[in-house]
């Protein structure tokens, strides 16, 4: 036991440092700052655990099949899961994408991330790999995903413009950022969809489709990247959930319709 324990501990370590190329970074790893991106005008919720619930009670609602059917994900395919945590959604969507496609699991809590890469090792998830993230960049290889997910976790970026601007370069041409979070406000560990729409929409992704999704404990939205990526400077933020930009307006105002 004491062998199997030490193999997948190195095997685990040689995961992590192996998708950077380099050695493993921690929580204090620096990245260079931006000044020219908005402040959140909102509160920023905590990160109080790194499981929203347990995997069984999840499965009983097909939680991740659902989210995973409507974000039409297909073998193949090359998905980040941003806020891995213990890894629900990583384990489920290396399923999903099979041996040619890849799932790459982020988080920016270094003790998350060893367990999950040990987890990974375990259950021998051959087409998956682990990054450790920073708060305001999810350090993702640019034009390399099809679909980014974000599960019960935008509540907790503290920088969302600065952080989505650094997202979108990781997409495909085709590529997708899925969203699932509760609608309440940040502080109560969700984000209200017009605040959603807003913030998205203030970085240049276009809403694709949003609806209910009772079995995550909220909402679903699906956004692409529309048009040039804005310089930080032309960034404005969203104010109490009310538009705060043209895009934003023009978002909307199609959903209305």
């Not at 036991?1 to 050695?23: E, S």
């Not at 998350?112 to 960049?137: W, Y």
């Not at 209910?212 to 990526?229: C, D, H, Q, T, V």
Request: charged content about 25%; hydrophobic content about 40%.
């Amino acid at each position: 036991m004491i062998r199997i324990a030490r193999a997948l501990g190195i095997a685990a370590t040689l995961l992590l440092a192996a998708c950077d190329g380099g050695p493993i970074a921690t929580r204090d790893a620096k990245q260079e700052p931006h000044t020219g991106f908005p402040a959140a005008d909102r509160p920023v919720a905590t990160i109080v655990s790194a499981r929203w619930s347990t995997e069984e009670a999840r499965d009983r609602l097909n939680e991740a099949g659902q989210v995973m059917n409507l974000a039409r994900i297909q073998p193949g395919m090359t998905v980040a899961d941003i806020g891995a945590g213990e890894g629900y959604y990583t384990i489920r969507l290396a399923q999903r994408v099979g041996d040619k496609g890849r799932v790459v699991a982020e988080d920016i809590v270094p003790d998350t991330i060893e367990k999950l890469a040990t987890r990974v090792v375990r259950e021998r998830l051959n087409n998956v790999s682990v990054r450790l993230g920073l708060p305001a960049d999810p350090r993702l290889p640019e034009a390399s995903f099809h679909r980014v997910l974000m599960v019960h976790m935008y509540h907790e970026i503290e920088s969302p413009y600065e952080f989505l601007w650094r997202l979108r370069p990781s997409l495909t041409p085709d590529g997708q950022v899925v969203v699932v979070d509760a609608n309440r406000p940040t502080e109560h560990h969700g984000t209200p969809p017009e605040l959603l729409k807003c913030e998205f929409a203030a970085v240049g992704y276009a809403l694709v489709a949003m609806r209910p999704m009772p079995s995550a404990g909220g909402y679903l939205a699906i956004f692409k990247a529309e048009g040039e990526r804005p310089e930080p400077s032309a960034i404005r933020a969203c104010r109490t959930g009310k538009t705060a930009t043209p895009a934003a307006m023009a978002t909307q105002s199609k959903q209305s319709e």
